[in-house]
């Protein structure tokens, strides 16, 4: 038997600990792993055991990250079952995150988008993949 994919989004960060409060408590994923000085860099990565997908964050020691973020660069979480969607949204906001209009109209309609501290936005779609 083959493993599955898995799907890895790695993003650069100059704060680890401030994006926890994000994903962690506003997302609801777990801490799925994390490491310390593993060749000049920390990171933390954030999923859930039972999902093939995780988000890794990391930060090079001594080093700076700046980037600005396109309002449309998104992960998208679709979220069909109406009951989940909707306690996804007040975790979110009852974490402090309160929604950010999304660029693109579109995400507008049947979601939400929310900006973590970088900037990042992630959209909480009720909507099924299609």
Do not use: K
Not at 67 to 85: A, G, K, N, S, T
Not at 91 to 100: D, L, N
Not at 104 to 117: E, I, K
Request: proline share 8%.
């Amino acid at each position: 038997m083959r493993p599955a994919p898995a799907l890895r989004v790695a993003r650069a960060t100059n704060d680890l600990a401030r994006l926890v409060p994000f994903y962690r408590d506003g997302l609801g994923f777990e801490i799925v792993g994390s490491f310390d000085d593993h060749a000049g860099f920390d990171g933390i990565m954030f999923g859930r055991r039972d999902v093939p997908y995780h988000f890794e964050f990391t930060s090079e020691r001594g080093a700076s990250c700046e980037r600005e973020p396109h309002p449309d660069d998104l992960i998208v979480l679709y979220l069909p079952d109406r009951d989940v969607w909707e306690a996804a949204v007040a975790r979110m906001e009852a974490a402090g995150f309160a929604p950010v209009a999304a660029h693109n109209p579109y995400w507008d309609r049947d979601g939400r988008t929310y900006a973590d501290p970088d900037g990042n936005r992630v959209v909480l779609q009720n909507a099924a993949w299609r």
